[in-house]
T-cell receptor, first 110, second 112 residues
Framework: ETGVTQSPTHLIKTRGQQVTLRCSSQ?????VSWYQQALGQGPQFIFQ???????GRGNFPPRFSGLQFPNYSSELNVNALELDDSALYLC?????????FGSGTRLTVV | RKEVEQDPGPFNVPEGATVAFNCTYS??????FFWYRQDCRKEPKLLMS???SGNEDGRFTAQLNRASQYISLLIRDSKLSDSATYLC?????????????FGQGTELSVKP
């Protein structure tokens, strides 16, 4: 069984640009959630998708949006990037109880 | 108040020491409880789930007190390889969509 794969691993963007991060779920997992982890902090919940529908959202502005596809893979889109968006973005897939995290995308906004 | 709060770190201990981490959570309707380990610049990985009856996995013992909304992790005979950040994690209540809520993490450094 394959794990959770995220791409790209690292990314540098300029303030004001848009970015799309991708996540392939672990086989058999129908739920995917996204987290933002700033340096020295724990991961913060952004949103969760279950069978292509958003079913939970954290305290993040609308410029953070997402999609889940029929194969349960997912995208996180961030518009109008700000310097404070620099962080490690983690994707986790799950089915019922177990969560598996990808290795993350490290985004730097300059 | 943060939903999940952990001891501030870092903890610097010698090999062989016993170290304890504490954590409190604010929502009494929380469903499940975990300790995750995160190595530098890597993803969090599940260390162990935490049950009301307490549970042990080798040198690691986790405890949950639902009445006090308190979670703990005890590491005995610490090894150099235990150096990492330990994250207290609570699975939110059903009306929170069951999301994982992380504490800020406590850094552990085990020295020779």
């Amino acid at each position: 069984e394959t794990g959770v794969t995220q791409s790209p691993t690292h990314l540098i963007k300029t303030r004001g640009q848009q970015v799309t991060l991708r996540c392939s779920s672990q086989s058999g997992h129908n739920t995917v959630s996204w987290y933002q982890q700033a340096l020295g902090q724990g991961p913060q919940f952004i949103f969760q998708y279950y069978r292509e529908e958003e079913n939970g959202r954290g305290n993040f502005p609308p410029r953070f949006s997402g999609l889940q596809f029929p194969n349960y893979s997912s995208e996180l889109n961030v518009n109008a990037l700000e310097l404070d968006d620099s962080a490690l973005y983690l994707c986790a897939s799950s089915r019922e109880y177990g969560y598996t995290f990808g290795s993350g995308t490290r985004l730097t906004v300059v | 108040r943060k939903e999940v709060e952990q001891d501030p770190g870092p903890f610097n201990v010698p090999e062989g020491a016993t170290v304890a981490f504490n954590c409190t959570y604010s929502n009494s309707a929380s469903q499940s409880f975990f300790w995750y380990r995160q190595d530098c610049r890597k993803e969090p990985k599940l260390l162990m789930s935490v049950y009301s009856s307490g549970n042990e996995d080798g040198r690691f013992t986790a405890q949950l007190n639902r009445a006090s909304q308190y979670i703990s992790l005890l590491i005995r005979d610490s090894k150099l390889s235990d150096s990492a950040t330990y994250l207290c994690v609570v699975k939110g209540a059903y009306n929170q969509g069951g999301k994982l809520i992380f504490g800020q993490g406590t850094e552990l450094s085990v020295k020779p």
